[in-house]
């Protein structure tokens, strides 16, 4: 920060809301008084135009109303202001006002008030040109050096200059290599336009070259009519100086020497007439505007550099002279001659803040004032601290994320299914390919006790299935007042949904009073969709390749008490066979044992049995629960199935891996796709017609590859998210029978959860693959470890694509076998350590007798049972699959 703050003349503020930028000031003597004192004129984005004449009565006073000339609304944005001899017939001076789509020059004239009444101004429409191009820019000048008048140029957004010799049109030329408009200016003495491109060059262009170019017009005419029309426009010289240019200037204080200024994002250039550096400055700030002033020393300029940190510093060439602070940040910077005062810096900032200030030295240091001597009371200070270690401490409490459940909710929300499926469905674009698409309604009602503000409602079910709508907004909740939307569920992709649960979430505010800490709060609820949903009854299959055996501790229930829904009450077989066909058409069959206390689910698909699974066992719970029966049970005795849940995990990643290859395909096919482009397109624009050599060939070739790797992409993906979804109902499944084979508690069932299904959706950037097995691998060197050598290994915190899923049902293996041997899951650090030292393997000791009721993990390296133990399986009724086949036979 500057010691001196720049000294305030005058200043006022412009309009409200107002917009300004670089090209919106400018300082004249614009009415043509004579007196060589200058006017401010001020353009607005808002079409304000006004001008100022400054006569503060002592310096730092605000604007009188006679300061203001004249305020004049045009119709259109300014987009930058100038003053030169623009008027064919007089060398006086004239207003040019740009406009997007229109050029207008004003004359302006003042009338001698009478007694009391100052004078009055007015404008002028001189002559209008509009504009083909919306238009970026202008500069002006006597260009082709022509005397006693100015030209304008005016550059449009698309890169054409736009030349006019006063009243009439000149003509118009592209600049080449153009992509956006930047700074531009003219440089009389080398008569030719400078500005810098959106390559940051700076590029030079003749006037001449310019006026005997190709003319910008005729681009629609043939070769041929080109060739004759003009020479091709062609550069001057060009200087790279790697960055967007803010602003450009040429001032030539020495009539033998002229300079360029280029004002870049962090460099100040100053360049010769040739395009030579003559010196360069780094900035160490971000720059807003700049202006050169003055020669004060002989082969040197004084400039002024204003930046976003409300600086203004003033360098001699590239030494820093002074730096003063400014109340604001300029956006534009003028030096005017006002009321015999030369030198008067005028800012502008971008909010309308129009200042004319000078350099002063007289610093403004703030003196802090004296403080009284006091005796001091101990025990008011101490009672003082007392309350504010209170508030500290209440401050510093941790509080938790989610705000504690109240006994009485502010809102509460609440979903019903309909027990029977529409009448008529209401699915939209489903992709199943069964004949009627079933859908299922569901209300959801909002009730709220206080006045809840900004209420949104999301319901969220699982892919594939999917809602007609899903997103609700309401207005503010009135309190002791409810809302009720209905919706339908339906099965819109082509394959079974892993999960039919679905869940409401509500968002809403509430008063200060109620929250002073202003967390939003949620109210939410679940929903579980009915089977029907996603299948139908079917006549039962006898052979299926998947076959799971669910034990119970009660005799088995008819299929008429538990499946009302799916059953016909007129035909009796169907008590303890049950089939199911899903609406992508695969089949699962139910069966209950008549001699003992089984279930036996069986399908050609092992992820089709999950849905069935739990649908049974929910089922079998309700049951008994209304008939107040509290030891109801399951328990799976069976082998996990886990070679076919490997087939899906391989078939998962396969899909993965042929995602990354079509990637890698789709990216090199771009790239040569933009090569022949590029080629072509060089071929196009040359001026000598040269043979295309099959480019136009090789260009439809590449694009008809490009769409075919895009469809197969997009094919694959579709497959991977199917692929995915099976995956997960075979995950639900093993998880399920984890949990009945080991009897895991709720919290060891949600940890298993957690590990295998840590992911909603798969990407390619974190797979399903990765992410469980580092889950897996934490538990193994955690509850599950076997020594103190494993919990001591370290596991790699970056997670990548693996080359293939050996790793994965490995761990998988070995995570069944150290539970099949006593290990118990737990996220505790404490839990694993007291494990671990239980036994030196790691597992606590097993009785032979138990081990001898477990069932071992086929096609397990890690799990291989004894002889003996396989023996004793067979003779054990029920636990080989052939006697489980001959026992459940209706």
Known sequence: MSLFKARDWWSTILGENEEFDQGCLCVADVDNSGSGQDKIIVGSYMGYLRIFSPHPVKPGDGMQPEDLLLEVQLREPILQVEVGKFVSGTEGLHLAVLHCRKLCVYAVSGTLGNVEHGNQYQIKLMYEHNLQRTA???????????????????????????????????????????????????????????????????????????????????????????????????????????EQALDIRVVSFNQTVSSVFVLGERNFFCLKDNGQIRFMKKLDYSPSCFIPYCSVKEGTINTLIGNHSKMLNVYQDVTLKWATQLPHIPVSVKVANLQDLKGVIVTLSDSGHLQCSYLGTDPSIFQAPKVESREINYEEYDAEMKELQKIIKKATKTHDILPKSEKHKDLTVTAEVSPNLDAESQAIDSEVKAETVPSVTVK????????????????????????????????????????????????????????????????????????????PKVAQCDFRLPLRLVCFPAPPSKAASHKLTIDTNKPPVSFLTIFPDFV???????????????????????????????????????????????????????????????????????????????????????????????????????????????????????????????????????????????????????????????????????????????????????????????LAEDTQELGWEETVDAAISYLLRTCLSKSSKEQALTLSSQLCMPKDTSRLKKNITLFCDRLAKGGRLSLSTDAATQQAAVMPGGCATIPESDLEERTAIPGSAAALPSRGQIAKQKSQPGLSEDAAEEAEKP
């Open 136 to 242: 970026c820019n202008m500069t002006y000048g006597p260009f082709g050096g022509v005397k006693g008048r100015d030209l304008i140029c005016i550059q449009s957004m698309d890169g054409m200059l736009m030349l006019f010799e006063q009243e009439s049109y000149a003509f118009g030329r592209f600049l080449p290599g153009f992509l956006l408009p930047g700074p531009l200016t003219y440089s009389s003495r080398t008569d030719s336009f400078i500005t810098v491109s959106s390559s940051q060059q700076v590029e030079s262009y003749k006037y001449q070259v310019l006026a005997f170019a190709t003319d910008a017009d005729e681009r629609q005419e043939t070769e041929q009519q080109k060739l004759s029309s003009g020479k091709r426009l062609a550069v001057d010289w060009v200087l790279n100086i790697g």
């Open 444 to 519: 959801v009602t909002i009730q709220s006790r206080v006045t809840a503000l900004n209420p949104s409602l999301a319901v969220c079910v699982q892919a594939p299935l999917a809602m007609t709508c899903d997103q609700f907004v309401f207005n503010d909740f009135e309190p002791d007042s409810s809302e009720t939307v209905v919706l339908s569920v339906f099965l819109k992709g082509n394959c079974s949904p892993s999960e039919l649960e679905g869940s409401c979430i509500v968002s809403y505010d509430v008063s200060t009073e109620l929250n002073p800490e202003g967390i």
């Open 568 to 758: 016909d009450p007129s035909e009796d077989d169907q008590a303890n066979v049950l089939g199911f066909q899903f609406l992508t058409g695969s089949k699962t069959t139910l069966l209950a044992s008549k001699t003992s206390q089984r279930y036996r689910i069986q399908s050609d698909q092992l992820e089709d049995l999950w849905l069935i699974t739990k649908e049974l066992t929910l089922r079998l719970e309700e049951h008994f629960k209304k008939q107040n029966c509290k030891d109801f049970a399951c328990t799976f005795s069976g082998s996990i199935p886990l070679q076919e849940y490997f087939e899906l995990i391989d078939r998962h990643f396969e899909l993965r891996l042929n995602a990354e290859k079509f990637q890698e395909l789709l990216a090199e096919r771009a790239v040569q796709f933009r090569a022949i482009e590029r080629r072509l397109l060089t071929r196009f624009k040359d001026k000598t017609p040269a043979p295309l050599q099959h480019l136009d060939t090789l260009l439809e070739g590449t694009f008809r590859e490009v769409i075919a790797l895009a469809d197969a992409a997009e094919e694959n993906q579709a497959n991977m998210f199917q692929a995915f979804t099976k995956l997960k109902s075979a995950t639900h499944l093993v998880i399920m029978l984890i949990s009945l084979w080991q009897k895991l508690s709720a919290d060891q069932v949600s940890v298993l959860e957690a590990t295998f299904l840590p």
